[in-house]
């Protein structure tokens, strides 16, 4: 399930606000000791993230499914998309899983029940909010109060949701909107990784900084197949040439 954008957030008593976490969305899934993580694209990122797979099957319960977010945390709360793509160069960040639904628990599909009866028995499995696992926390206040806050601290945005909302697998629903807060910079299209002859994974991007290009990230989100396609066509002169290495702080 996704959420549709919005300009601004829905107000009232049917709807609660949560962070819009900058990280990897991904599905938990403890079938007895037989634990995965998927990703959005149903890829299995199982061995990428040991210690929360660890966790996981550490916890009590035989039969779950989580969706939630993957996030690398700084030793005050912040999230980081950069440090979580570059795990190894920031290895003092904690990887950590946001949970922010539980869709299956020990044979009960959960899907139908309002949202607010998932998340109770969510944060009955994920009582802590500083461990690998965590269920994601409800921002109290108005729209405003809470975006005011949100922005205040430097994250992402901002996710709203109706208190009785059922949850409908591969939808972008109204009954969940997300609010970005801007926060722009431009970039420089150092290269690309491709995806096979003919399509492209991500875009590798950089800034300057004090007059030295510094390597930013990936940029995988927001194209459609055909759009890839044809930016593998006009990137093709960059397959062979190495125009950037990321140097060293």
Not at 11 to 17: I, K, S, T, V
Not at 88 to 116: K, Y
Not at 147 to 156: K, S, T
Not at 208 to 230: C, M, P, Q, S, W
Request: net charge positive.
């Amino acid at each position: 399930m996704a959420a549709q954008p919005v300009k601004t957030l829905p107000e009232g008593p049917d709807w609660l606000y949560e962070v819009k976490w900058d990280g990897y969305r991904a599905l938990l899934i403890k079938d007895g000791s037989r634990v995965q993580i998927r990703s959005r694209n149903d890829k299995n990122l199982t061995a990428m993230y040991p210690g929360i797979a660890a966790a996981l099957q550490r916890l009590k319960v035989v039969r779950a499914v989580f969706d939630g977010e993957i996030v690398a945390l700084a030793d005050d709360g912040r999230p980081s998309f950069q440090a979580l793509q570059h795990r190894g160069s920031h290895a003092h960040w904690q990887i950590v899983f946001c949970a922010f639904d539980l869709l299956h628990r020990d044979g009960t599909d959960l899907t139908g029940r309002p949202l607010e009866a998932r998340r109770a028995l969510l944060g009955d499995l994920l009582p802590d909010q500083v461990g690998t696992l965590r269920a994601a926390t409800e921002l109290k206040g108005t729209a405003a109060e809470v975006v005011e806050a949100v922005r205040g601290v430097g994250l992402e945005g901002v996710v709203a949701k109706r208190r009785n909302s059922v949850y409908t697998p591969g939808e972008r629903s109204a009954d969940w909107v997300k609010l970005r807060l801007d926060s722009q910079q431009e970039f420089v299209i150092g290269g690309y990784r491709p995806d096979g002859a003919d399509s492209l994974d991500a875009l590798l991007v950089g800034f300057y900084e004090g007059g030295e290009l510094r390597f930013a990230g990936k940029v995988r989100a927001g194209f459609i197949t055909r759009a890839r396609r044809d930016l593998v066509e006009k990137l093709k002169p960059l397959r062979d040439v190495s125009l950037y290495q990321p140097s060293r702080r």
